[in-house]
C-alpha cells in the first residue's frame, strides 16, 4: 500500500463545475497536509495547506480534512480551463519527521 | 526574486557515466529535499537535509547515488555509474519551517542512453 493515494483520472469536469479531487493517506500520525498543482512540463507549486480537521477555504478553493478518515481533499469551485493540471496531495508524517510524501497526482481537465 | 535554481536543466549521457545535478535552494532556507519523478512512480522522495546535515536518504539507491551539502548555497546529486532506469525530472525543494511549503526548483530532465 502506498503512503499517499490519489486517483491518477483524468477528471473531467465542464467549465463552471466544482472539481472534487481526493487523497487518502497511511500513517495516523501525519500532521501536515498540502495541495500542490503542477502543469506539463513544469514543477509543482503550492495551492493550500490545512493542518486540523474540518475545512479551509482560500478564493476558489477550500481543503478538507478528516484525521480519522485519514482523508484529504480539495475542491476548486468555478473551475476554469486554467485549472487544468496534475494535483499533488502531499503529506508530512508525524514523530518529527520533516519527510514530505507525494501522491502520484490526480490529472484534471477542465473543459470549455 | 527569491527561487530554487537547478542546474542543469537537462541532461543526455550514457550508461555508466556520472552525473552531477546542483540545486541552489532559497537564501536562508534550511531544508532541502531532492525528489526524482517519473510517469509511473509520481514524486519519489530520495533524499532531505535539515541544516545542511542528511536527515534521511532512504529514498534512494545506496550503490550508486549521493547527496551532499557542501554548503548552505549548494547541494549536490550525484549518480555513479548512471543507467537508463535513471532517466527522470529531478526536484530540488527547499523550505524554512517544518509546516510550510516546500519551494521547488525548476528540475533537472535526465535521460541516460
Known amino acids: 500500500q502506498k503512503e499517499v493515494e490519489q486517483n491518477s483520472g483524468p477528471l473531467s469536469v465542464p467549465e463552471g463545475a466544482i472539481a472534487s479531487l481526493n487523497c487518502t493517506y497511511s500513517?495516523?500520525?501525519?500532521?501536515?497536509f498540502f495541495w500542490y498543482r503542477q502543469y506539463s512540463g513544469k514543477s509543482p507549486e503550492l495551492i493550500m495547506f490545512?493542518?486540523?480537521?474540518g475545512d479551509k477555504e482560500d478564493g476558489r478553493f477550500t481543503a478538507q480534512l478528516n484525521k480519522a478518515s485519514q482523508y484529504v481533499s480539495l475542491l476548486i469551485r468555478d473551475s476554469q480551463p486554467s485549472d487544468s493540471a496534475t494535483y499533488l496531495c502531499?503529506?508530512?508524517?508525524?514523530?518529527?519527521?520533516?519527510?514530505?510524501?507525494f501522491g502520484t497526482g490526480t490529472r484534471l481537465k477542465v473543459l470549455a | 526574486d527569491a527561487r530554487v535554481t537547478q542546474t542543469p536543466r537537462h541532461k543526455v549521457t550514457e550508461m555508466g557515466q556520472e552525473v552531477t545535478m546542483r540545486c541552489q535552494p532559497i537564501?536562508?532556507?534550511?531544508?532541502v529535499f531532492w525528489y526524482r519523478q517519473t510517469m509511473m512512480q509520481g514524486l519519489e522522495l530520495l533524499a532531505y537535509?535539515?541544516?545542511?546535515?542528511?536527515?534521511?536518504d532512504s529514498g534512494m539507491p545506496k550503490d550508486r547515488f549521493s547527496a551532499e551539502m557542501p554548503d548552505a548555497t549548494l547541494a549536490t546529486l550525484k549518480i555513479q555509474p548512471s543507467e537508463p532506469r535513471d532517466s527522470a525530472v529531478y526536484f530540488c525543494?527547499?523550505?524554512?519551517?517544518?509546516?510550510?511549503?516546500?519551494?521547488f526548483g525548476q528540475g533537472t530532465r535526465l535521460t541516460v542512453v
Open positions: 500513517d495516523r500520525g501525519s500532521q501536515s
Open positions: 502531499a503529506v508530512r508524517g508525524g514523530s518529527g519527521t520533516y519527510k514530505y510524501i
Open positions: 537535509f535539515r541544516n545542511r546535515a542528511p536527515l534521511d
Open positions: 537564501l536562508g532556507h534550511n531544508t
Open positions: 490545512i493542518y486540523s480537521n
Open positions: 525543494a527547499s523550505g524554512l519551517l517544518v509546516d510550510t511549503e516546500a519551494f
